[in-house]
């Protein structure tokens, strides 16, 4: 079975990465509810957040990527949730609070890479 998530960790499928390391990698959702909507995913395949053996890593990181988008963007805070329902690949949605939620569309490429830019971190 094919697993879009596993398809951007190997670089298969382009995305707008936020961030990348080793085990991570953030980038922005295709289809977001609010400016800056970034999916933060393991690079290896685990159905759920609850399966990873590195679990608080992953929530860690999430941290510090809401850290980042409270100052770059200038927000109080970030909404974030723990889904798995639509992609069976474990992901954290950060969610910026720069605006109300909007039903999702698709991403835009060029204010995709504007704001691939703006958030994005060194790594």
Known sequence: MSCVFCDITSKKLHAHI?????TFIAFLDKFPKTHGHTLVIPKNHY????????????FALVNKIIQHYKKVLDIPTC???????????AHIQILPTVDKLHPP???DPNEALAIQKQLSLKY
Do not use: A, C, K
């Open 79 to 89: 909404y974030q949730t723990v889904w798995g329902n639509q992609v069976h690949h």
């Open 47 to 58: 159905r759920w957040v609850w399966d990873e053996p590195f679990v608080t890593d992953h």
């Open 105 to 107: 569309s698709t991403l």
């Open 18 to 22: 936020i961030y990348e390391d080793d």
